[in-house]
């Protein structure tokens, strides 16, 4: 089993930036990606970004791209999330995610709200 802590949630203005980051422990060697998901109120769960934690690549929505940003710090089983120009409809629950195999989210943590002000 893989536990996950995220961190690094708040309110923000439009514009603003911040930073989130989830901790992974547990069986980490058998990490394929780690992946953030949102949910905004009313809304389905959608995928924001994910890294593929052998050589660093990434993959964004179409929504995120080119004002978020994901890496890994594989020393510290930790993946982060610098989210630059933020906007109201960015605000959502988000949540980290990890499996074993591409596409596979098995893991789940309890996520951290991100609130943008406008």
């Known amino acids: 089993q893989v536990q996950l802590v995220e961190s690094g949630g708040g309110l923000v203005q439009a514009g603003g930036s911040l930073r989130l980051s989830c901790a992974a422990s547990?069986?980490?060697?058998?990490?394929?990606?780690m992946a953030w998901f949102r949910q905004a109120p009313g809304k389905e769960r959608e995928f924001v970004t994910y890294?593929?934690?052998?050589?660093?690549?990434?993959y964004y929505a179409d929504s995120v791209r080119g004002r978020f940003t994901i890496s890994r710090d594989n020393a510290k089983n930790t993946v982060y999330l610098q989210m630059n120009s933020l906007k109201s409809e960015d605000t959502a629950v988000y949540y980290c995610?990890?499996?074993?195999?591409?596409?596979?989210?098995?893991?789940w943590g309890q996520g951290t709200q991100v609130t943008v002000s406008s």
């Open positions: 995610a990890t499996g074993g195999a591409p596409g596979q989210y098995a893991y």
């Open positions: 890294i593929r934690w052998s050589d660093g690549t990434a």
């Open positions: 547990g069986r980490t060697f058998s990490i394929y990606a």
